[in-house]
T-cell receptor, first 112, second 114 residues
Framework: SQQGEEDPQALSIQEGENATMNCSYK?????LQWYRQNSGRGLVHLIL?????REKHSGRLRVTLDTSKKSSSLLITASRAADTASYFC????????????FGKGTLLTVNP | DGGITQSPKYLFRKEGQNVTLSCEQN?????MYWYRQDPGQGLRLIYY???????QKGDIAEGYSVSREKKESFPLTVTSAQKNPTAFYLC?????????????FGNGTRLTVT
C-alpha cells in the first residue's frame, strides 16, 4: 500500500532559521495533508494541498507538491522554539478519509 | 470550546483485562476514527465510523472493538486478545468521511499493560 515517508527523521535548527521537511509517497493521490504533533499530544491539522495544486501558503508555512516526483515539502520560515514538534504528512488515494496513510514523521527541534 | 475529549490520559492495566478508552466530541462531526501510535511509527487505523450505528474495521482491528450508539461518542475497547496493547491511542473526527475533510484529534490516551 502507499505510504508517505518523511525526510529527515530528525532536524535540529536555531530559532529564526527556516526548516524544510520532505514527504515522498508511492502512488497517485487526491490530497496531501500536513499535521503537527507536540510531545504526548494529539495531531493538529496544518494544511491540505490538492493534487492539482503546486503550492500553498498559510502564515509561516509553505507547502509544495510535485506529483511527477510524488513528493511534497513543508517549509516553516523564521522558526520559533514553539515550532518544536513532530510533523507528519498524510496521503489519501481512496475516496474516503479512512484511506489516509500517515508517515513516521519528522521530529523538529528549534533551539532558542 | 468545541473539541474532542479523550479520557483518561494515562491508563494502566494488567494483562488479560479488557479496558475501554473514552472518546467524546462536541463538533457535530459525522465521522470518527481510532488510531494507534507506537514509538517512531506513523498512525495506524484501528476502526472508523462514518455515521451513528455503523463502523468498519481499519488496518489493525484484531483484538479491539468499538460502538457508535451516539454521534458524539466512539469508545474503544482493548480486549485481552490484543497481543501487544501498550501504545498511545488517538481518537479523531471529521465533518464527513470524505476526502479533503481534515481530521481533528483528541490528546490521546497512553495505555500501559503489564
Amino acid at each position: 500500500s502507499q505510504q508517505g515517508e518523511e525526510d529527515p527523521q530528525a532536524l535540529s535548527i536555531q530559532e529564526g532559521e527556516n526548516a524544510t521537511m520532505n514527504c515522498s509517497y508511492k502512488t497517485s493521490i487526491n490530497n496531501l495533508q500536513w499535521y503537527r504533533q507536540n510531545s504526548g499530544r494529539g495531531l493538529v491539522h496544518l494544511i491540505l494541498i490538492r493534487s492539482n495544486e503546486r503550492e500553498k501558503h498559510s502564515g509561516r508555512l509553505r507547502v509544495t507538491l510535485d506529483t511527477s516526483k510524488k513528493s511534497s515539502s513543508l517549509l516553516i520560515t523564521a522558526s520559533r522554539a514553539a515550532d518544536t514538534a513532530s510533523y507528519f504528512c498524510a496521503t489519501d488515494a481512496g475516496g474516503s478519509n479512512y484511506k489516509l496513510t500517515f508517515g513516521k514523521g519528522t521530529l523538529l527541534t528549534v533551539n532558542p | 470550546d468545541g473539541g474532542i475529549t479523550q479520557s483518561p490520559k494515562y491508563l494502566f492495566r494488567k494483562e488479560g483485562q479488557n479496558v475501554t478508552l473514552s472518546c467524546e466530541q462536541n463538533l457535530n462531526h459525522d465521522a470518527m476514527y481510532w488510531y494507534r501510535q507506537d514509538p517512531g511509527q506513523g498512525l495506524r487505523l484501528i476502526y472508523y465510523s462514518q455515521i451513528v450505528n455503523d463502523f468498519q474495521k481499519g488496518d489493525i482491528a484484531e483484538g479491539y472493538s468499538v460502538s457508535r450508539e451516539k454521534k458524539e461518542s466512539f469508545p474503544l475497547t482493548v480486549t485481552s486478545a490484543q497481543k501487544n496493547p501498550t501504545a498511545f491511542y488517538l481518537c479523531a473526527s471529521s465533518p464527513t468521511g470524505g476526502i479533503g475533510s481534515p481530521l481533528h484529534f483528541g490528546n490521546g490516551t497512553r495505555l500501559t499493560v503489564t
